[in-house]
């Protein structure tokens, strides 16, 4: 696999919305899901979002429900996070990975082996 490769970060102000895309090497069809995690500063790497192989089942962290949601364009091998009402604890690099594992797994960061470099998310006034 290629490394996924993440965009669309940078610095709103609370109430903002992002998209935030990542290129991904995986066909929706090869059996891979693709998940958003996030990590602040001195804070461990906590999962946001997951969309679950080709199926297209979407699963989120409680903290973002109702504001993030996640997608896929299959033509362009995109995923996409669409944040909506930032707000500063959204603060933090944001990565995308891609993992074979079971669902009852997709929340587990250890589950992903195939990880973006990220993308900064800053959300302030």
């Known amino acids: 696999q290629v490394q996924p490769v993440e965009s669309g970060g940078g610095l709103v102000q609370p109430g903002d919305s992002l998209r935030l895309s990542c290129q991904v090497s995986?066909?929706?069809?090869?059996?891979?899901?693709v998940g958003w995690f996030r990590q602040a500063p001195g804070k461990e790497r906590e999962f946001v979002a997951a969309?679950?192989?080709?199926?297209?089942?979407?699963y989120y962290a409680d903290a973002v429900k109702g504001r993030f949601t996640i997608s896929r364009d299959n033509a362009k091998n995109t995923v996409y996070l669409q944040m909506n009402s930032l707000k500063p604890e959204d603060t933090a690099v944001y990565y995308c990975?891609?993992?074979?594992?079971?669902?009852?797994?997709?929340?587990?960061?250890?589950?992903?082996?195939?990880w973006g470099q990220g993308t900064q998310v800053t959300v302030s006034s």
């Open positions: 990975a891609t993992t074979r594992t079971v669902l009852s797994s997709i929340r587990r960061a250890s589950e992903y082996g195939n």
């Open positions: 995986v066909r929706a069809a090869s059996g891979y899901s």
């Open positions: 969309l679950f192989r080709s199926g297209g089942h979407t």
